[in-house]
């Protein structure tokens, strides 16, 4: 009886000293992982940052024709411009992000903070049939002719067009234009939607990047 009491005893003293060193375990086990976690998710936390150039979106116009050479953005860049100029103050703040990417381009929305909203515009690289950063009325505009389709499946040609800081920035936007439209072109290729025999020089003739 006497070592069955003995044995019972040793039982709770090592049954307690096993809690005892177990109790802190959890504490540290909760509470790693969770500074850890704090740590990696609150840099996510941050406003969405997006790559792109600072632009006044000055709006769209519908232009007319099918072919499209040097200096037919030039009159609705002129009408867009008016409108602009008339309602614009002395120092008119940037208003978009214009984001050219391999087969999309996005135009982010900025609010009044220039920030970008949710607000965006897509286009897509294929449908655009035009784009170039020469205009007279201003170095500073980047302009593109885009093919919108209708509800009822039917399109109309529209001409978008930004201004930028500089000159220099028009121009960066042309060459961007030109590179998303090679390589949109070619993907369009390889997957049997453009005809074997076309080259995209024979198409991005359309697409003005001049360095002058």
């Known amino acids: 009886m006497m070592i069955l009491q003995h044995f019972q005893t040793m039982l709770k003293t090592k ?7 177990k109790e802190p375990l959890p504490t540290v086990i909760f509470h790693e992982p969770e500074a850890i976690e704090l740590c990696t998710t609150t840099p996510l936390m941050k406003t969405r940052t997006h790559t792109g150039c600072k ?3 000055l709006g769209k116009v519908s232009t007319t024709g099918m072919q499209f050479l040097s200096g037919c953005t030039e009159k609705p860049v002129i009408e867009l411009w008016k409108k ?7 120092v008119y703040p940037a208003n978009a992000l214009l984001e050219i ?16 909203t949710v607000h965006m515009d897509t286009f897509q690289v294929a449908r655009i049939a035009y784009c170039t ?12 002719v885009y093919r919108e389709i209708n509800d009822d499946l ?3 040609m529209d001409c978008h067009a930004v201004e930028c800081e500089s000159k220099l920035e ?35 003739h359309e697409f003005e990047s001049d360095d002058g």
């Open 15 to 21: 049954l307690n000293v096993l809690t005892l060193r």
């Open 55 to 57: 632009v006044t979106y």
């Open 84 to 90: 602009h100029t008339l309602t614009r103050e002395d």
């Open 101 to 116: 990417r391999p087969f999309q381009v996005w135009l982010h929305h900025l609010d009044l903070k220039g920030e970008a």
């Open 133 to 144: 950063a020469d205009h007279n009325v201003s170095p500073n505009i980047f302009a593109w």
């Open 154 to 156: 039917s399109y109309q």
């Open 170 to 204: 028009a121009k960066k936007l042309a060459h961007a234009m030109m590179e998303a439209f090679k390589k949109t072109f070619h993907s369009m290729k390889s997957d049997g939607r453009i005809h074997r025999n076309s080259s995209s020089e024979e198409v991005s």
